[in-house]
């Protein structure tokens, strides 16, 4: 990440290219999780500058020779980057549309020639894809020399520090401060990383899913490990010997996870809370869990078996299109805070406060408690970089400075740093951006060694008051609290998982495995966006905050439960669909159909209770007992009619396993609502 920041700043400052500092950053911050993510991330950046370039250039000849024209076209550009972000399935690329219009915009108010405005344009989005290019390059290099695994030696990694700690409890011996420390770094750090090196992953839709359900699990396992040292310092021996086989099934599942082979399935069970050691019932049941995953596969690296993957496409809109009013509120709140910052700088003729519009667009998300983490670490990363480093710099090292060697050295220090904090969380990541952006906007827009501490100044300025007009426009205008959004997008993921329990409706092949995969791509989607509104709810304050974060805690708890369900539920989707390997009776599949139905109910009814916080079971386990026992009796009768004994035992076991987790979670939240319920009462 260095290197490459560091060769686009040398290139930059030797041949006085403008637009240094965006393109050192781009190659700072390129994503890096896997040689193909990287490609794909470098072509994505290409394609969106040069249609943000063109829409650039086309508006300039349309508008520039009117101020109020253009003025305008500039308020609607800047509602269509808002509206986009929002209505869009793709904001990352659509944020590199806004970006390099907003980092533009300031051109077509200076007193120069159109030849040089339309030269401005060019340049910045030559220097951009430049600096995109060089980062590739040495991503491409880097991968020759890198050996492993960037996805299951993490995992690995994670499970050998539980299996670690674990067994110093089995063996009664003291924990060691420097295991403790390992430990608790990984839960700090998450999963989320792990997550952007599967999302792109090249082995198949199958292997995806199945990995993130394994993170889900994998990243619960390091928390409760995490939280062992602070509850339990003594474990009785009576319960040591069940703490060593947790152990030892750890070990052989990151051993199977290590040679490419699914874990071996060993039956839902333990859970339970042990007296006097707490949170070794969760640890157990969750290890339990994780094989249970890859129910229907043999090993990670063969194909699906249902046939090739039909490849899925992001949807260029996100559901509601183009009319949904939320989208439309969005685009006037955004276009409303980015609008008045650019009338202010332009009311005051102060042109390098521009940085007020940038912040509008990098800060603006769908809610409070997202908007509120990046606008506090923009906030946080302005002061760090722009006055301690910048402002330190230009005072105490920078008039010392007679040539690009020493200055290099100092930037390589400064990129190292904040290349340091945007490696070290996801959640603090954006805080090194922020760092790297205000020191390279100080250091890089000149080509010339910087000593003037108002050009700090002013970019420390126009990002105060970025953030001041987000926050007046954001929180007061159509707000929408992240706590309400992480419900609605955990109950949403509910009741989807409900339709795919019922898949397939359709009776044509094609159609059917088409559906499944657009729904199990969406469930994916659903799962991944609970998880980051989860993290924005510590962000948002207020008299709800208190029961957001306890509605947090539970859903952080059901969410693992809730991606192992979807797993097991794609498997019993391939013995619905009468995959070859998958074949069975038809009067098996009737009652697979109707247990099924009955699930899906169950589903949707835990979402009912979720929503209305309601404390009754529609469905009952009962029920449901009792379905599932019609259907295994059915599959065992059809064995001595030349059904195979090792497919029905599978079928079994996977049946038993999915109504085991079904009623378990069930419970659990119809437990947590009465808590709560009992909780507001008094």
């Not at 059809?638 to 009623?663: N, Y």
Request: hydrophobic content about 50%; glycine content about 8%.
């Amino acid at each position: 990440m260095v290197a490459a920041a560091t060769m686009v700043m040398i290139i930059s400052m030797i041949f006085q290219l403008p637009y240094g500092a965006y393109a050192a950053l781009f190659a700072l911050n390129l994503s890096r999780e896997s040689l193909p993510g990287s490609r794909r991330a470098v072509q994505s950046i290409v394609v969106g500058f040069v249609l943000s370039g063109a829409y650039l250039l086309t508006g300039a000849m349309l508008v520039l020779g009117d101020p109020a024209l253009r003025f305008l076209w500039i308020v609607v550009t800047l509602f269509l980057i808002f509206y986009g972000i929002s209505a869009t399935g793709n904001l990352a690329e659509w944020s590199r549309f806004g970006y390099m219009a907003v980092i533009t915009i300031s051109l077509w108010d200076r007193h120069i020639t159109a030849q040089a405005k339309v030269n401005g344009i060019l340049w910045a989005v030559g220097m951009l894809t430049m600096a995109s290019v060089i980062a590739l390059l040495l991503e491409i290099a880097y991968a020759v020399l890198k050996r492993g695994d960037d996805l299951i030696d993490p995992i690995t990694d994670r499970l050998a520090c539980v299996e670690q700690l674990l067994r110093s409890y089995a063996e009664g011996v003291p924990i060691d401060a420097a295991m403790h420390s390992s430990i608790t770094r990984l839960a700090m750090l998450g999963t989320s990383r792990l997550r952007s090196v599967l999302t792109p992953s090249h082995r198949g839709e199958q292997y995806a899913q199945e990995m993130g359900a394994v993170l889900a699990l994998v990243g619960r396992l390091v928390d409760l490990t995490a939280n062992l040292p602070h509850l339990v310092g003594y474990v009785p021996d009576a319960d040591r010997d069940r703490i060593s086989k947790t152990a030892d099934r750890i070990a052989e599942i990151r051993q199977d996870l290590h040679n490419g082979s699914a874990p071996r399935v060993a039956g839902l069970g333990g859970g339970e809370a042990w007296p006097g050691v707490p949170l070794f019932g969760e640890i157990e049941k969750t290890t339990v869990l994780i094989p249970e995953v890859f129910s229907g596969s043999r090993w990670l690296k063969i194909v699906d078996p249902s046939g090739p993957e039909v490849p899925g496409h992001p949807a260029v809109l996100v559901r509601g299109g183009l009319l949904n009013p939320e989208h439309l509120k969005f685009g006037l709140k955004g276009c409303l805070a980015a609008s008045l910052c650019y009338i202010i700088y332009s009311a005051l003729f102060w042109p390098e406060i521009s940085t007020s519009v940038t912040t509008c667009v990098l800060t603006a998300l769908t809610t409070i408690g997202a908007s509120h983490q990046k606008q506090v670490l923009r906030f946080a990363g302005a002061l760090i970089g722009g006055f301690v480093i910048g402002m330190g710099a230009q005072v105490f090292v920078l008039p010392y400075i007679d040539s690009i060697a020493a200055f290099t050295v100092l930037f390589i220090l400064v990129s190292a740093f904040a290349a340091w904090i945007i490696t070290s969380s996801p959640r603090l990541s954006y805080l090194g951006v922020q760092v790297a952006f205000a020191f390279f906007l100080i250091n890089l827009q000149e080509f010339t060694i910087q000593t003037s501490l108002t050009v700090a100044r002013d970019r420390v300025v126009g990002i105060l008051i970025g953030l001041l007009v987000m926050w007046l426009v954001f929180d007061q205008l159509w707000s929408a609290p992240t706590g309400v959004a992480m419900k609605n997008a955990f109950i949403s993921g509910l009741r989807l998982l409900a339709q795919l329990v019922r898949e397939p409706v359709a009776s044509d092949l094609r159609t059917a495995i088409e559906r499944s995969y657009s729904l199990r791509e969406t469930i994916n989607t659903q799962f991944d966006k609970v998880r980051f509104l989860a993290d924005a709810v510590l962000f948002e304050f207020g008299p709800s905050r208190s029961g957001d974060l306890a509605l947090r805690s539970s859903i952080r708890n059901w969410q693992p439960q809730l991606r192992t369900l979807f797993m097991m539920r794609i498997a019993s989707w391939k013995y619905r669909l009468q995959v070859p390997g998958f074949e069975f009776p038809k009067s098996v599949g009737v009652r697979q159909a109707a247990y099924d139905e009955h699930s899906a109910r169950m589903l949707e009814d835990i979402a009912d209770r979720i929503e209305r916080d309601r404390l009754s079971i529609v469905r009952g386990p009962d029920d449901s007992a009792e379905l599932l026992k019609a259907t295994i009796e059915e599959t065992l009768a059809e064995v001595p009619r030349g059904l195979p004994d090792g497919r029905a035992q599978s079928f079994i076991a996977l049946m038993r396993g999915i109504d085991e987790l079904t009623r378990s979670l069930a419970s659990e939240i119809a437990a947590e609502l009465y808590t709560c319920s009992r909780s507001t009462a008094k």
